[in-house]
C-alpha cells in the first residue's frame, strides 16, 4: 500500500525513514517489530516489507508464499508505524526499537496517515 506523507512532513534526503508492524498485543501493551519482518510458514516465507521517497512510503509483501492465496489474517487490518528521523538523532537511539525512538523525539506528534 502507498502512502503519501502529508504536505506539512517534510522529509530530507539524510533523513532515516524506519516502519514498524505491530505484531502482537500481550498484557495490553501493543508488540511492535521492525520492518523487514521475515514470518516462516512451514516451508514458505512471507516478508512485510517497504520503501520510501521524500513524499511517501510503500509497505509490501514478498516472499515464496503465493500472494494470491495468502490468508485475509495476514493483509488485513494490519498497523504500522512510521517514524521519521533527523539523521544526527538516529545515530543515537536504537531504531530497531519502537519505544526507543518514540522516548528519543522531543516533538511526539503522531499522525494517522491511513
Do not use: C
Not at 501493551?29 to 510458514?41: G, M, R, S
Not at 509483501?61 to 528521523?85: C, E, K, M
Request: aromatic share 10%; charged share 20%; no cysteine.
Amino acid at each position: 500500500e502507498l502512502i503519501i506523507f502529508p504536505d506539512n512532513i517534510e522529509v530530507f534526503d539524510t533523513d532515516v525513514v524506519v516502519a514498524y508492524i505491530l505484531t502482537d498485543v500481550v498484557d495490553g501493551l501493543d508488540v511492535w517489530e521492525p520492518l523487514p519482518q521475515t514470518l516462516f510458514l512451514g516451508d514458505e516465507i512471507l516478508l512485510y516489507g517497504f520503501n520510501h521517497t521524500a513524499v511517501d512510503i510503500l509497505f509490501f509483501l514478498d516472499g515464496t508464499v503465493d500472494l494470491n492465496n495468502l490468508s485475509p489474517d495476514f493483509t488485513d487490518n494490519i498497523i504500522f508505524r512510521v517514524a521519521i528521523l533527523p539523521a544526527d538523532m538516529a545515530e543515537n537511539v536504537n531504531i530497531n526499537s519502537l519505544e526507543s525512538v518514540m522516548s528519543a523525539l522531543e516533538n511526539k506528534e503522531i499522525m494517522q496517515l491511513n
